[in-house]
């Protein structure tokens, strides 16, 4: 038993032993980390304004060399653009060179000059972003005087600081008024300037369509003009505000903060701010390829309920819907996965850019701001501190502490607000690639280069051809005549490459009314889009007078959006109709001449406006067509089955009043009834032949009826052979 508390008292004089030693020890390392960090502070004070000049050159290396960089890469040059034939997925939006090209050449748009409104708007909103600034600063330092004289009991201070606060709400409140609308109007004039840019280019030269017939880059050039265009001028607005306000923000703020708390510690600040916003870029997903890829899909949707509109009837007729709405749904589907992905690499990449900006950047602040207060309890500090009263180093303490917290957490939130900028910089890119796209494709159709797919025959014989020269990329001669249509070897070639005629060859002069007959297919309406100026010339000579002179009235007529008046002179307005001469009465004489003359009455006079579309029969809308051709009275006019749904005598009126006008009649139509008005015949076989003649209606007419007759003997013989047999077969 004795032996047993000796040993327990043995054990406890050990233990006690030890932690004696090791109280020693640790009070020992305390006071020598204690020493090291007093005269690591003495060094430091010694040679305080080397470290900050060290520190401040080694930051402006830093910007230069980023600068150096920018710069670089906005200058280089472009990279080579891919073979105009090379059809194949474009890339996604980054921040490389081909942005920097791309703004440059759409702020060359949106901002015409120096001199201009919009240079002027920006530069008056640089200003209000400066006075917004300086009065966050001034907002800041009151916030601590305010504070400060509540710390130190002083209410007559205290009431002058909250008005002072409420003098300061006039003009702070204003400007941010004034900014939101200054940004406002930026937007809308950036997507006047684009929009009126693309619709010079869009509504010239018949680029609308060709665009959309001759070019397959582009399958929705409506949703690029109405949609992308002004998600690009209100990105556009916004990220100069949310680009350049954060960065003043910040220059400001980090002035001062160097001030209170010196370049040390705000140094140290950026370190960690520049190391975990590097991290952000490496772990942020590529927003511009998927805001780019996103507006595609949006477009891809609209293309196919727009063709459900325009074909309503037909698909309807053919019971159709479910087949269009397994279209439909499947390219909404394809938007909503998309949709739901970038939703889902938002929710990882929102929550570490929360984390990082809000909480991490702000304890950072925190100890910076702390960081002067315990520096203070340092032994080589205390001999520097000023011997001052406990309520004014308390309230010193609290003012400064509230400043400085509010200083960083405005250049947090500064720096915040330029972390989530990339995102819009990138979706920017996103915006900014699409309408540059849409503007490139534009310039190449204006230019008569196209991209089209080869499908078929013209793609087999195209990888046949091997390195013989491609005959889209040809180009013949159009040569503008006085008063004479001339096709000289001219091929007949659709745009994705299927040569219909090699070499059409035919001469109308004014008077040599030409009917134009062959079998679907062959190259009756391509012949009509090549002297339209539809479609390009791929060889030869086309002579032609001016597009004036020559009118198309297609089989379903266009019907303008307007007034009846309008249906009539299209494309002329009502100034334009005063100009020629031309009168109210005169138009209603020419709906005398095409038997409407009630419809002015009936769908309630010339003014009237109305879908009309909707509101004419077939047969109106192709009279109305022959009204507005005798308004015009060019010398040629194209008429392709454009009398199809009138009956015979009227269609014999329309056709002599065009020739008593003057009107060269090129007609395609199947009725022998209109032979009679031509003296020219053009006949294609649909094998790539023709013949160009003259036409004598009556004997061509007569022999129609013999050939008629023939065939019909001739059927009447090879049924009596079927029986003949079949009477042979039952006799045997």
Same mark, same amino acid.
């Given at each position: ?210 665009? #959309?017939? %001759?070019? +397959?880059? /582009? ?6 003009? =109405?949609?992308? &265009? *002004?998600?690009? @001028? ?115 990449? #929102?929550? %570490?850019? +929360?984390? /990082? ?6 304890? =950072?602040?925190? &100890? *910076?701001?702390? @960081? ?361």
């Amino acid at each position: 038993m004795v032996a047993a508390v000796n040993a327990d008292l043995f054990v406890g004089a050990v233990v006690d032993r030890i932690q004696d030693v090791l109280y020693k020890r640790v009070h020992n390392f305390k006071r020598q980390q204690l020493a090291v960090l007093t005269r690591a502070v003495v060094l430091y004070a010694r040679h305080q304004k080397v470290v900050q000049r060290s520190i401040i050159a080694l930051v402006c290396v830093g910007l230069i060399d980023r600068l150096r960089r920018v710069v670089k890469l906005a200058k280089s040059k472009r990279q080579p653009n891919k073979d105009a034939n090379d059809t194949g997925p474009r890339r996604g939006a980054q921040l490389d060179k081909q942005f920097f090209e791309n703004m440059r050449r759409l702020m060359a748009i949106v901002i015409p000059g120096l001199l201009s409104k919009e240079f002027g708007m920006l530069v008056a909103h640089t200003v209000l972003l400066v006075v917004r600034t300086f009065l966050s600063v001034a907002v800041a330092a009151l916030d601590g005087q305010i504070v400060s004289s509540l710390v130190r009991l002083r209410g007559r201070e205290f009431l002058l600081g909250i008005a002072k606060w409420m003098g300061m709400a006039v003009p702070a409140t204003l400007t941010n008024s004034l900014l939101g609308y200054v940004q406002t109007t930026l937007a809308i004039r950036f997507r006047q300037n684009l929009t009126e840019h693309v619709h010079t280019k869009y509504l010239a030269n018949n680029t609308y369509y060709s665009v #959309g017939n %001759l070019d +397959d880059r /582009i399958k929705n050039a409506d949703q690029l003009i =109405a949609v992308d &265009v *002004a998600k690009f @001028a209100n990105s556009l607005a916004e990220i100069y505000s949310n680009l350049a306000k954060p960065t003043l923000d910040a220059f400001v703020y980090n002035v001062q903060l160097a001030r209170s708390l010196g370049v040390e510690s705000l140094f140290g600040i950026m370190v960690i701010i520049q190391m975990s916003m590097g991290m952000l870029r490496v772990l942020a997903p590529p927003f511009g390829q998927l805001v780019a890829q996103e507006q595609r899909l949006e477009g891809d949707f609209y293309f196919a309920h727009s063709r459900l509109i325009e074909h309503a009837e037909e698909i309807a007729l053919y019971r159709g819907h479910e087949a269009e709405k397994r279209t439909i749904t499947r390219r909404y589907m394809r938007l909503v996965r998309h949709v739901n992905r970038i939703f889902r690499l938002n929710v990882f990449y #929102g929550m %570490l850019e +929360d984390f /990082i900006v809000k909480y991490f950047w702000g304890a =950072a602040g925190l &100890v *910076a701001c702390a @960081a002067p207060v315990f520096a203070e309890r340092l032994p080589g500090a205390q001999k520097a501190v000023a011997v001052l009263q406990g309520e004014n180093i308390l309230g010193d303490r609290t003012r400064d502490f509230i400043t400085n917290r509010r200083l960083l957490l405005s250049g947090s939130d500064a720096l915040g607000r330029m972390m989530y900028s990339y995102r819009e910089i990138v979706e920017l890119a996103g915006y900014a690639e699409r309408v540059t796209d849409l503007l490139t494709v534009l310039d190449d159709v204006n230019a008569g280069n196209f991209v089209k797919t080869r499908v078929g025959k013209s793609a087999e014989k195209s990888l046949e051809s091997g390195d013989e020269p491609d005959i889209i990329a040809q180009r013949g001669q159009v040569v503008e005549s006085t008063d004479d249509v001339e096709f000289i070897d001219v091929p007949i070639v659709s745009p994705n490459g299927d040569v219909l005629v090699k070499q059409l060859s035919f001469h109308v002069k004014p008077g040599r009314h030409l009917l134009i007959v062959g079998p679907n297919g062959c190259g009756k309406s391509s012949m009509f889009r090549i002297l339209g100026g539809l479609w390009p010339v791929y060889g030869g000579t086309l002579r032609k007078p001016s597009m004036s002179q020559i009118f198309y009235i297609p089989q379903r007529p266009y019907l303008p959006i307007g007034t009846l008046r309008d249906q009539i002179i299209y494309p002329d307005t009502a100034e334009d109709m005063e100009r020629k001469g031309v009168s109210d009465a005169s138009l209603q004489a020419i709906l005398g001449v095409v038997q409407l003359g009630s419809v002015v009455e009936r769908e309630g006079g010339w003014d009237a406006v109305k879908p009309w579309r909707d509101a004419l029969s077939g047969g109106d809308k192709q009279r109305i067509a022959m009204a507005r051709l005798f308004y015009h009275r060019p010398q040629y006019a194209i008429m392709d089955e454009c009398t199809s749904a009138v009956s015979m005598d009227v269609e014999k009126i329309m056709y002599t009043h065009a020739t008593q006008l003057g009107i060269t009649l090129l007609t395609v139509s199947h009725r022998q009834s209109l032979w009679q008005y031509h003296n020219w015949i053009l006949q294609y076989d649909g094998q790539g032949g023709y013949m160009f003649s003259e036409l004598d209606p009556e004997r061509r007419i007569a022999l129609m009826e013999e050939k008629q007759e023939i065939e019909q003997e001739l059927s009447l013989i090879r049924d009596m052979e079927a029986r003949l047999n079949e009477l042979e077969a039952q006799v045997l």
